[in-house]
């Protein structure tokens, strides 16, 4: 492979003169010269270290996305949108699975740390995320999931105890007396939030309530749900914290021979694309993925040291479909 040094000696120059060419300075460089150090570059077919030439910068032009499922539909889709907008502005996504392990969440924040990304956004199903190696490292972070004050990081979301109770008004709205909240299986910041929104929607009204948690997973809800609804309080219609929850719930019904809507009215949260595809099409609150997205890398592209931390809420969108429809 040719190298700066045999590019300058084609050219004539030294290989400072080089440098300075293909890092646009930090010195002057002649008309002359560039020409000349442009055709050397390309009679000998040249390509400049892009990782050598981003370190020397002191930025890899690389940021990090750790996310707690990458198979989840919601979360390919958001880690598919941070792509499209991090390529927009020339910097290169890595991808991070976390499994919802807190230890494996921490390795992948201290790896990125090595791999030495400019920036790390966050989607974490953990109550309380350690960030410390990051602050420590002064990596700066933004997280796409609600966080405590503690935390001390910017975050982008919506806001799920609205969304719940959206959800809930809409479900109560459509005439159903006997309501089920599927929360998420951990104490989080975010199932706070829904529990808050489902509760304020269903205060002073005379519907019956009942409450489950599970794996933010098909089979996961799937499974919870079907015990759920051969008990004694299975309800008539339930609102599932995510989609991957509800279509579990969607296809508990079907095991047990329950129409939906007619026996079990479904809603869900997200507005994956592939909520517009299941049987029946599930009613969802849809996040604004690529708003979210394209935020998030703005932040971190364009921040400067003395930023303030940014905490945004972003409106969603209630989708009524076939699930929920009375």
Not at 286 to 291: I, K, N, S, W
């Amino acid at each position: 492979m040719p190298t700066a040094r045999d590019v300058a000696r084609l050219a004539g120059t030294s290989n400072a003169v080089v440098s300075y060419v293909f890092n646009n300075g930090p010195r002057a460089v002649s008309a002359d010269a560039r020409e000349r150090v442009l055709r050397a570059a390309r009679e000998l077919d040249y390509k400049p270290n892009a990782l050598a030439r981003a370190l020397s910068a002191g930025k890899t032009r690389s940021i990090g996305l750790i996310v707690p499922d990458i198979a989840n539909p919601f979360f390919a889709e958001l880690a598919r949108a941070v792509e499209v907008a991090a390529a927009g502005r020339d910097h290169l996504l890595l991808i991070g699975d976390s499994a919802t392990v807190e230890d494996q969440e921490h390795r992948l924040i201290e790896t990125f740390i090595e791999r030495q990304v400019d920036s790390l956004i966050l989607i974490s199903l953990l109550d309380e995320p350690d960030l410390k190696p990051a602050h420590a490292a002064r990596l700066p972070v933004v997280a796409l999931h609600p966080l405590s004050e503690a935390q001390h990081a910017s975050s982008l979301t919506i806001d799920y105890e609205q969304a719940a109770y959206v959800a809930t008004r809409h479900l109560l709205e459509q005439g159903y007396d006997s309501i089920g909240l599927l929360n998420g299986p951990v104490d989080s910041v975010g199932t706070r939030q829904h529990a808050a929104g489902f509760a304020r929607a269903v205060s002073g009204t005379a519907v019956r309530v009942t409450e489950r948690a599970s794996a933010i997973s098909r089979a996961g809800a799937s499974e919870v749900t079907a015990e759920w609804l051969r008990s004694a309080d299975a309800p008539r219609a339930i609102y599932a914290t995510t989609d991957e929850q509800a279509h579990g719930v969607l296809f508990a019904a079907y095991s047990l021979g329950l129409g939906v809507p007619g026996e079990l009215a479904v809603i869900g949260v997200d507005g994956t694309e592939a909520s517009a595809y299941s049987v029946p099409p599930l009613s969802s609150i849809r996040q604004p993925t690529q708003a979210i997205a394209r935020r998030a890398v703005e932040i971190l592209v364009d921040r400067s040291a003395d930023d303030p931390i940014v905490n945004e809420i972003f409106d969603f969108e209630l989708i009524v479909r076939k699930s929920s429809k009375a």
